[in-house]
């Protein structure tokens, strides 16, 4: 009975320690920082042209090879103005990450 009481000691061993790496694991991938292999994308010359002279908010629009873009002139947090297409995905603030 001491040979197995020992055993399963150790099996629980194994397990807690199992769990707290998998654990580890996960909340490594959570929380992870975003990689430096996808930086983030500069807006083209001409989105940074077309709100030359404008301001945040004001309508905008240039030419590309697929057509013409129309948007918003638009800038995150220390970057340089440039006209955001209207269909571009919602930018998060840094606040809510």
Known sequence: MKFFR???NEM???LIGALVMGSQLICGNVF???SSENPPR???PEALEACKSLAIGRECGFK???GNIT???WA???KPLACRPKDAP???SKKNK
């Open 6 to 8: 020992h055993h399963l």
């Open 12 to 14: 629980k061993i194994v």
């Open 32 to 34: 992870a920082q975003p």
């Open 42 to 44: 500069k807006p083209p």
């Open 64 to 66: 590309t090879p697929d």
């Open 71 to 73: 948007g918003l002139c």
């Open 76 to 78: 995150p947090e220390g």
């Open 90 to 92: 919602a930018q998060e």
